[in-house]
């Protein structure tokens, strides 16, 4: 089964940028099965679906994040990214990566992904 592991959250001001990475480890014969997610819960929230990469690269975003936010993936380091631009306070929150081989993934339903990293904390201050 895969594992994940997230890194490259932190704090920073509004209008900042972060490099969020989440690196697959575990026995994977093919890497590219895996769709993959980046999501995110704040206090009081659902937890939110924010961008999605298929095995072929197709991606897609939330609206909240759409032109500020980019998923990419590495698959020779097995490693997804969430490039974080023009940051806003209401971006704070804990992301998480996600694995799943669901034929859906591209609905960013949390559910349809069974494999989650431990999360990071993303501050953004005003």
């Known amino acids: 089964q895969v594992q994940l592991a997230e890194s490259g959250g932190g704090s920073v001001q509004a209008g900042g940028s972060l490099r969020l990475s989440c690196v697959a480890s575990g026995y994977i014969y093919d890497y590219r099965i895996f769709s993959m997610g980046w999501f995110r819960q704040a206090p009081g929230k659902e937890r939110e679906g924010l961008a999605v990469?298929?095995?072929?690269?197709?991606?897609g975003y939330a609206d909240s994040v759409e032109g500020r936010f980019t998923i990419s993936r590495d698959n020779a380091k097995r490693t997804v990214y969430l490039q974080m631009n023009s940051l806003k306070p209401e971006d704070t929150a804990i992301y998480y990566c996600a694995a799943t081989t669901s034929r859906t993934w591209f609905r960013r339903d949390a559910a349809d992904f069974p494999s989650w990293g431990q999360g990071t904390q993303v501050t953004v201050s005003s």
């Open positions: 990469i298929g095995g072929g690269d197709s991606t």
